[in-house]
Each structure stands twice: as C-alpha cells, then as structure tokens.
C-alpha cells in the first residue's frame, strides 16, 4: 500500500477522461461525477509501478467487456501503462452504494437531520470499502492514496452503473 513519503510532486493526475459512451445519468449522478473528478484532478497521488519516468500524468477510465481499463499516459501523451481489473469484486460494493445513495437522496427531502446523518454515515461507510477494495485491487499496479482512492471509486461507480 502506497504512503505519502513514495510520492514526488509529480505523482499525480493532471487529466482525466471517462469512457465517452457513458452518456448522462441522473442530476445526482451527474453531480457526483463532477465533484470527483473535480477533487482528484485538484489534489492526488498517483503513480505507476514501476514508472521509470516522470509523471504528470493522465487517466482514461473505461468498461470494456465487463472489466473496468485504465490507460496511462504522460501529460504529453507518451502511453506508460494499461491495467485491466475485472468488476466482480466491485459489483455488490456498487449495488449496495447506489441502494443507499438513493435513500439518502430522499431523505433529504423529508428525513429528520438524525436520519439523514444516520444514512449518510452508511453511505460513506459503504464508499470507504469500495475504495478500499479499489486501492488493493490496484496494489502492485498504481500507488495512490486513500482520498484519490476515494474519488476513484465514485468515477468507478458511474462507470460501473453505465457499463
């Protein structure tokens, strides 16, 4: 597992694309993909195994075939790496976020706070595991930290969820 002292100034994303045929999802969705995506590209640490190079670097995401692709690349295009992770072990962890993402959702319109911070807690409980799941899917591949595991995994739901 990856910890801060690993990482150079120049470990780190500086683009980000996700798979174009995503198409739009709900405005929640949506906004959740923007505030990720966002927040990884402000503040990360990301770094290839093995990378005798020197980042910055960018990130496609994709599914293709049921597996979920990262592509690698320099900020000037040099391709670095390609991994591929198969979505099985994501699936239940996504299923079960969007189950509570949408409870959540609704009982911000009509929950006391208690309950909306009860649900919320839950959500971010069920975020912290598939981020978790998504850092040791990616050990011995990409070196990143717990936060841009975090944001990771909300790109990976909506990439999920579409694919």
Not at 3 to 17: A, I, K, Q
Not at 113 to 122: G, K, R
């Amino acid at each position: 597992m990856a910890d801060e002292s690993e990482f150079g100034p120049n470990d780190r994303l500086v683009d980000l694309t996700l798979d174009a045929s995503i198409g739009r999802s709900t405005p929640d969705v949506e906004h959740e993909r923007a505030v990720a995506i966002f927040d990884l590209i402000e503040e990360n640490r990301f770094k290839p195994v093995g990378d005798t190079g020197e980042g910055p670097y960018v990130l496609n995401l994709s599914v293709q075939e049921g597996k979920l692709v990262f592509v690698v690349r320099r900020e000037a295009g040099e391709q670095v790496a390609t991994h591929i992770l198969s979505l099985g072990p994501f699936r239940k962890i996504v299923k079960d976020y969007y189950m509570i993402c949408e409870s959540y959702y609704e009982a911000i319109k009509s929950a006391t706070t208690s309950q909306i911070e009860t649900i919320d807690m839950a959500r971010r409980g069920v975020h912290n595991d598939g981020s978790e799941t998504l850092k040791e899917r990616l050990d011995g591949k990409i070196a990143i930290d717990f936060d841009t595991a975090r944001r990771l995994f909300t790109l990976v739901c909506v990439l999920h969820w579409k694919g």
